[in-house]
């Protein structure tokens, strides 16, 4: 169920784009919560397999750009947060992710 939902969302994803429509399509991904700021710590079963889905061989060349912002959203912001942070600072992500702050 989850996966298709995911894979529904990220349909039309597409590579070759302005920086700004590709930042659009990363908040309006995030803004679905489909994947979780806090999924790298309580959901990383769904973390890894929407890494795999998004940045699967046949869609990442025409993602390539798209897939540094998401992981850099993901892994490095959200990622650091949830490892340095304080208990405010990642209760922030929920709120973060509400929305849509990149």
Do not use: C
């Not at 996966?3 to 070759?16: C, P, Q, R, S, W």
């Not at 390539?64 to 209760?91: C, D, H, K, M």
């Amino acid at each position: 169920a989850w996966e298709g939902e995911f894979l529904e969302a990220i349909k039309d994803i597409h590579g070759n784009v302005h920086y700004s429509e590709s930042a659009e399509m990363l908040r309006k991904l995030v803004k679905t919560k489909l994947l979780k700021f806090t999924d790298l710590q309580n959901n990383p079963e769904r973390f890894f397999q929407a890494h795999r889905l998004l940045l699967a061989p046949a869609k990442l060349s025409e993602n390539s750009g798209f897939g540094v912002r998401f992981t850099v959203q993901f892994n490095l912001f959200a990622g650091s947060i949830l490892g340095l942070g304080s208990p405010e600072q990642v209760a922030l992500l929920d709120d973060f992710q509400e929305r849509g702050v990149l």
